[in-house]
């Protein structure tokens, strides 16, 4: 049988790099071409048709138009499609059947983020999205100590949210997270100097990547992230110096600051990665930047090959130092019920469902878990314009959060947690629940305060 005709793949998924330095990367028509190859085989499949909202868009500009066939739609409706794109990656990584190495060469998530960059580039671009991507220097200047409480109160005031929804664009009715009064990096604890025990599966020492959401907005989660290494006596290190991972800039398809991230991340980040640490972060996109993103962008670089290699996601770090036989599993309490979302970064990066398992060592604790998009992905669902699709995706996932009683809703993502409380109330719970990173619910259990 020729190679073209066959179903799906039997070989393991490859994924080549993202030839962005490349001038064709750029080339309008190239990419017109390439989509419409692409979207004429995703038209003949249709098996993502319930992922998210680009392709039930593309199917139906496919069903609208005259000829009913992929040549019968406006190439400038494409970007229709593209701007429903998050770059979840979860159309690549579990659905499609026509990833490399299958001859056809699908690469869906790829192709919406070389259209982003083109968009980008002609400065297709508005203000705020340019300033939802700039987490770090916003967080900067939100936390500042006389800043905060303004910030803050801005963001649940009802105006005010009118106001920045008619200005900026940013969907008054969409929860933000408030800014902290301490930044977790000027605040994190030294670890005590605990003798190193390397494992057969896991290194003994780990280093601590704060990110710029637990930075700014959630330094308990940081806080407990140490406090667990502590517990389980791994000597730590907070990354000397850090800036945002470049997620946030990627979704805009501004690869140049990718570039720009990347060359004053991965300096400090590389040495530690060859001193044997293993690189934690808390938060499932940035740990995948790391792990993925950033080595298909840059595939020649060895030190970011290195930073990649020693990313760890901080539940498979746990799991694998409690298979190495050094990490004790007393805890001191229950949790109870326990509804957990997996969210897409994290499912992407094909470690299974370690936040799960080790929330069920807990003596006392049922987890429902629920493997489905949130919908908040980045900053897209905060968009006026994307804000209902947002919450419309969500819906399955609250529900089924919900309807299991929970003590406690969970997710490794902590925007996505924000989310789903918020999805959670909006449909009227009245339930007892109370919205934890699995970081906290582990420190919790242990006992630790
Ligand atoms: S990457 Fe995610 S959002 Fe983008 S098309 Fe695939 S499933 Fe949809
Ligand atoms: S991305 Fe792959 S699985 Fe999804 S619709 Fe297109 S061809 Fe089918």
């Known amino acids: 049988m020729p190679m073209t005709l ?108 070389r259209a982003k960059a083109q968009k980008f580039r002609n400065g297709d671009v508005s203000r705020r999205d340019r300033m939802l991507a700039s987490t770090d220097a916003v967080g900067r200047l939100a936390t500042i100590p006389i800043v905060v409480k303004a910030v803050n109160k801005s963001s649940t005031t ?83 110096s850090e800036v945002c991972c470049g997620m946030p800039k990627l979704e805009l398809g501004d690869l140049e600051s990718v570039e720009a991230l990347k060359n004053r991340n991965i300096p400090v980040l590389a040495p530690l990665a060859r001193a044997g640490y293993a690189i934690l972060t808390a938060v ?39 298979r190495d036989g050094l990490l004790d599993r007393a805890f001191k309490r229950a949790l109870g019920k326990v509804s957990y979302h997996i969210p897409c970064h994290s499912r992407v990066q094909k470690i299974g469902q370690k936040t799960r398992e080790v929330l069920e060592w807990i003596p006392g604790t049922t987890v429902n878990t629920v493997e489905r998009c949130a919908g908040h992905d980045g900053t897209w669902g905060v968009k006026r314009e994307f804000f209902a699709d947002s919450m419309k995706i969500g819906k399955p996932v609250f529900r089924r959060m919900e309807e299991f009683e929970p003590d406690y809703i969970s997710s490794d993502c902590p925007i996505a947690g924000r989310r789903i409380e918020q999805g959670i109330a909006q449909a009227g719970a009245t339930g007892k629940a109370r919205r934890a990173h699995p970081l906290t619910l582990l420190r919790i259990a242990y006992g630790i305060d």
């Open 6 to 113: 066959r179903e799906g793949n039997l070989e393991a998924p490859t994924r080549h790099p993202v030839d962005w330095r490349n001038p064709e990367f750029y080339d309008e028509a190239a990419l017109y071409r390439e989509q419409e190859r692409i979207f004429n085989i995703c038209h003949g499949c249709r098996r993502c048709v319930s992922l998210c909202g680009a392709f039930p868009t593309l199917f139906d500009l496919i069903d609208a138009s005259a000829s009913m066939e992929i040549d019968g739609v406006a190439k400038a409706d494409y970007r229709k499609v593209v701007d429903q794109c998050y770059l979840c990656d979860i159309c690549y990584m579990t659905k499609c059947p026509y990833v490399p190495p299958h001859p056809w060469n699908v690469d869906f998530p790829h192709l919406m983020l």
């Open 158 to 240: 009802p105006a005010v949210r009118k106001a920045m929804q008619g200005v900026l664009g940013i969907a008054a009715d969409a929860w933000l997270p408030p800014y902290a009064g301490h930044r977790f990096r000027g605040s994190a604890l030294p670890s005590l100097q605990w003798p190193l025990r390397d494992g057969a599966l896991a290194p003994g020492k780990v280093a601590v990547f704060a990110t710029c959401y637990v930075n700014y907005n959630e330094p308990g989660i940081g806080h407990d992230l140490l406090k667990l290494l502590a517990h389980a006596q791994v000597p730590y290190a907070i990354v000397a």
């Open 284 to 322: 499932p996109s940035c740990t995948l930047m790391f792990k993925q993103e950033l080595p298909l962008l840059f595939p020649e670089d060895g030190d970011v090959s290195a930073v990649a290699d020693a990313m760890v996601d901080p539940f498979e770090y746990f799991v694998l130092r409690e």
